[in-house]
């Protein structure tokens, strides 16, 4: 079982480039969330989707937009990407939605915006 | 204004060694507690939960006490091995309008069990 697979793990891109960081889950759970986490900070929840077609904001959500055509996938795209984007990406799924269910974490993309 | 405080912010221990480490919140309502494993690289994993009813919870060698009078949590780690170097973090499930929940996170606690 694969659980949540997250592309690439790595990815180094210049001001003002655009990217899409890809999510995809076998675990067939409704609810998908991507978090961003720097160092020394707690994890920040940038945007979350309740289901296909529903997607809502997070704590963070300027300069990131996501959508969410299938069950399975969840794409984050940066659009013109800044230093301040530079951090680690997590996507995350749950069987019930934000604290009443565990979060099953993909393994992260470090993304270096230069 | 962090409303999950974690501490120690590090700790180094020797493998075998017993360690707890804290979590203080001030989050109200809650309808949980969770702590998670994050070794390097990698995304976190859940090792416990507990409701605010509960007052301890075991997984392995690792136990978590929650004491919601004083709104503090702490996981014990016995007999540490190499394995067990990673940052513990401490979640927090807040409870809002219509039922909604909001995770909060602690910044965690980074440890490292040297041999």
């Known amino acids: 079982n694969a659980g949540v697979t997250q592309t690439p793990k790595f990815r180094i891109l210049k001001i003002g480039q655009s990217m899409t960081l890809q999510c995809t889950q076998d675990?067939?759970?409704?609810?998908m969330y991507w978090y961003r986490q720097d160092p020394g900070m707690g994890l920040k929840l940038i945007y979350y989707s309740v289901g296909a077609g529903i997607t809502d904001k997070g704590e963070v959500p300027n300069g990131y937009n996501v959508s969410r055509s299938t069950t399975e996938d969840f794409p984050l795209r940066l659009e013109l990407a800044a230093p301040s984007q530079t951090s680690v990406y997590f996507c995350?799924?749950?069987?019930?939605?934000?604290?009443?269910?565990?979060?099953?974490f993909g393994e992260g993309s470090r993304l270096t915006v230069l | 204004k962090n409303q999950v405080e974690q501490s120690p912010q590090s700790l180094i221990i020797l493998e075998g060694k017993n360690c707890t480490l804290q979590?203080?919140?001030?989050?109200?309502?809650?309808?949980?507690l969770r702590w998670y494993k994050q070794d390097t690289g990698r995304g976190p994993v859940s090792l416990t939960i507990m409701t605010f009813s509960e007052n301890t919870k075991s997984n392995g060698r690792y136990t978590a006490t929650l004491d919601a009078d004083t709104k503090q949590s702490s996981l014990h780690i016995t007999a540490s091995q190499l394995s067990d170097s990673a940052s513990y973090i401490c979640v927090v499930s807040e409870v809002r309008a219509g039922n909604n929940r909001k995770l909060i996170w602690g910044l965690g606690t980074s440890l490292a069990v040297n041999p």
């Open positions: 979590c203080n919140y001030t989050v109200s309502p809650f309808s949980n």
């Open positions: 995350a799924s749950s069987y019930l939605l934000g604290g009443a269910g565990e979060l099953f």
């Open positions: 675990m067939n759970h409704n609810y």
